[in-house]
C-alpha cells in the first residue's frame, strides 16, 4: 500500500512512522509513507498556503491553488483516491479499514489546516471525506496517522501473526464488537491470579471460556 500524504506540517509524521509496526512494515515494503509539503506547490513568493475567506468569519482558508497543483502532481502516479479529513465526514470504523485495505493499493491523504480548505478542491479533487469521530482538531494530520494504521494493520504480513487483526474486537470477520480478557506473565500479581483455564494447555477449553467472557 502506498499513502502519499499532503500536510503543511510533515514534521509531524516523523516520530509515528519510524516506530515499532510501521517502521518494519516500510522496512519490509509492505507499505510506503510519502509526506510532502503543501508550501512546496505553493506559487506565491512566501510559500502562503491561506487566505481569509470570502463572506467574512472567522479564520483563514487554506487556498485552492497550491492543493491543486499538489493533489494532481500526485494523482500523475497515485490512483488511488484522494481522502480529505473532516468532521463532516463518514466516521472512520473497523469496516471502512477493511474496505480500503482490499480495495486500494494506492491513497492520497489530504490534512487541511486552519477553518478548512477551499470548497472547490473539495468538489473537483476529493473523493472520499473521512471523520474519526464526533469532535474538531487542528488539522487532519492526526486522522491521516490513524488511517494509515488501520489499514497498514490489515495488510498481510505487516503483524506478526495474521490472527493479530483477525481477532480484532471491530473485526467483520468475527462480526462482533466484544473483547475477552487478556491475561499475560506473572500468573499471579499481588494476589490476583490467572483464570486456571488459561494456564491448562486445553485450547477448546480456552475458546470456550473466551467466548464466554465476550463483552
Same mark, same amino acid.
Not at 500500500?1 to 517502521?23: A, C, G, H, R, W
Not at 494506492?106 to 468538489?123: H, K, N, S
Given at each position: ?10 514534521q509531524s509524521f516523523n516520530s509515528y512512522l519510524s ?18 509539503? $503543501? #508550501? @512546496?506547490?505553493?506559487? +506565491? ?10 463572506? =467574512? *468569519? ?31 465526514g463518514k466516521t472512520l470504523s473497523q469496516s471502512k ?23 472547490? $478542491? #473539495? @468538489?473537483?479533487?476529493? +473523493? ?10 487542528? =488539522? *487532519? ?75
Amino acid at each position: 500500500m502506498k499513502f502519499d500524504v499532503l500536510t503543511i506540517f510533515p514534521q509531524s509524521f516523523n516520530s509515528y512512522l519510524s516506530e515499532s509496526i510501521l517502521k518494519r512494515a516500510q522496512e519490509k515494503n509492505l507499505i510506503e509513507v510519502e509526506v510532502h509539503d $503543501i #508550501r @512546496d506547490f505553493s506559487k +506565491d513568493k512566501h510559500r502562503k498556503v491561506d487566505d481569509v475567506p470570502f463572506g =467574512g *468569519g472567522a479564520g483563514m482558508v487554506m487556498t485552492p491553488q497550491p492543493l491543486h497543483d499538489a493533489i494532481t502532481h500526485l494523482k500523475k502516479t497515485n490512483k488511488g483516491p484522494v481522502v480529505f479529513f473532516t468532521p463532516q465526514g463518514k466516521t472512520l470504523s473497523q469496516s471502512k479499514a477493511e474496505t480500503f485495505s482490499k480495495k486500494y493499493d494506492q491513497m492520497i491523504l489530504v490534512c487541511g489546516r486552519y477553518e478548512g480548505i477551499d470548497q472547490r $478542491i #473539495r @468538489d473537483s479533487l476529493v +473523493d472520499i471525506e473521512i471523520s474519526i469521530g464526533n469532535f474538531v482538531l487542528t =488539522g *487532519g494530520e492526526l486522522p491521516a496517522m490513524i488511517l494509515i494504521d488501520s489499514v497498514s494493520r490489515l495488510i498481510a504480513g505487516v503483524l506478526g501473526k495474521e490472527e493479530s487483526h483477525i481477532e480484532d474486537s471491530f473485526s467483520k470477520s468475527l462480526d462482533r464488537k466484544k473483547e475477552y480478557p487478556h491475561y499475560t506473565r506473572p500468573s499471579e500479581f499481588k494476589g490476583m491470579k490467572v483464570p486456571d483455564v488459561l494456564l491448562s494447555g486445553h485450547h477448546k477449553e480456552i475458546e470456550k471460556w473466551r467466548r464466554n467472557k465476550l463483552k
